[in-house]
């Protein structure tokens, strides 16, 4: 979860109340985050927040669990005979860059497409516009964040 943090309070018993703006679309909802020992444990609607006041969707309010699966990818996995096997970083992305390459070279840069996010920030759907057109030299770009 990308968050804001606008304010926080700490309790005597360790636990901190954060204030912060919800990142799942552009509405801007206010959250308020329950963190416990560096985890959180609650997310509920901030009354204070001008643009939701309390209110918050169900991706606000339980989207934040997906973190702490144990089905979620901890490192990255590459494709050998068949099966996907832990690799390095610099393995990874020297794959998927000699493989970009390659299909840059073999069918051309509108071979490419991008797709971006209403999840992400204004400065990584600018960064996901600025890969596309300066890396891939494609202008297929498009993203689900307009109305």
Not at 50 to 76: F, H, N, V
Not at 98 to 114: A, C, N, Y
Not at 118 to 134: D, G, H, V
Request: charge should be neutral; glycine fraction near 8%; include cysteine.
């Amino acid at each position: 979860m990308t968050t804001t943090i606008s304010r926080e309070a700490e309790q005597s018993n360790g636990t901190r109340e954060v204030a912060t703006v919800c990142s799942f679309c552009g509405v801007g909802c206010g959250l308020s985050v329950t963190v416990e020992d560096g985890v959180i444990s609650k997310v509920k609607g901030d009354k204070a927040a001008p643009s939701s006041k309390g209110e918050a969707c169900i991706k606000g309010l339980q989207g934040w669990r997906y973190m702490y699966s144990d089905r979620r990818l901890t490192q990255p996995l590459i494709r050998k005979d068949g099966e996907l096997v832990p690799s390095s970083w610099e393995e990874a992305l020297d794959l998927v860059s000699s493989r970009l390459s390659e299909i840059k070279d073999e069918s051309g840069p509108d071979s490419f497409g991008v797709f971006s996010s209403s999840r992400s920030t204004n400065e990584l759907n600018y960064l996901a516009s600025k890969f596309a057109r300066s890396v891939l030299g494609t202008n297929n770009i498009d993203s689900c964040n307009r109305a």
